[in-house]
């Protein structure tokens, strides 16, 4: 894998030919450098990135009300949103390493309930697996797409809570990541990195 090209304040992230995500204002991010989220970014199955352009981080939170994202004010779970059309990643303004790699992956999980599951097995998500077992966080109650985003970001993070959600995990596992080794240990380590703080 390469390592990502660092511009003034963008990182390319190129896994093979059909992946080329780039990274804004990372530079600006007290919480991780571009060079720790490209490095992250490099350890999961390549197939999960395709067809994703931009991944942006900014400093300031947008104005709430000027965008048909932010739907109200003090609303903290808004921290980021995935645009299908621009196929872009926004993280805004968060407050800690671990919500910045979160916001990431559930965004990432937005990207890849779009655009990486074939219609049987989003149907299969959607049908089967969702309603089997209960969501696996409070934002996940919200509907299939919220809770396949958290469910990836809990599984990549490594938390407890999925330890009773069986057969989500198995689907993650076997559906979505084809039974390849991730290395979690690695990007564990990386994400929940409290005590290193770049600039
Ligand atoms: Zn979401």
Request: hydrophobic fraction near 45%; aromatic fraction near 8%.
């Amino acid at each position: 894998m390469d390592q990502g090209l660092n511009q003034a304040n963008q990182t390319e992230v190129r896994a093979d030919v059909n992946i080329h995500v780039s990274l804004w204002g990372f530079r600006q991010c007290p919480w991780a450098s571009p060079e720790s989220v490209a490095h992250v970014l490099e350890m999961l199955p390549k197939h999960l990135l395709l067809g994703l352009a931009h991944i942006r981080y900014l400093s300031q939170a947008l104005v709430p009300s000027t965008t048909t994202w932010v739907s109200a004010p003090g609303n903290v779970s808004l921290s980021g949103v995935y645009s299908q059309e621009d196929r872009t990643i926004l993280i805004q303004a968060v407050h800690s390493r671990a919500k910045l790699f979160h916001v990431l992956f559930h965004e990432l999980g937005h990207h890849i309930y779009f655009a990486v599951l074939d219609s049987v097995e989003k149907k299969r998500w959607v049908v089967d697996i969702w309603g089997s077992e209960d969501p696996v966080s409070e934002y996940g109650k919200r509907n299939a797409a919220e809770d396949f985003a958290e469910l990836f970001a809990l599984y990549l993070r490594g938390t407890s809570l999925l330890i009773d959600r069986p057969i989500k995990t198995r689907f993650l596992r076997e559906t979505l990541l084809r039974s390849k080794a991730v290395p979690l240990e690695a990007i564990r380590a990386v994400v929940n990195d409290e005590g290193n703080m770049e600039g």
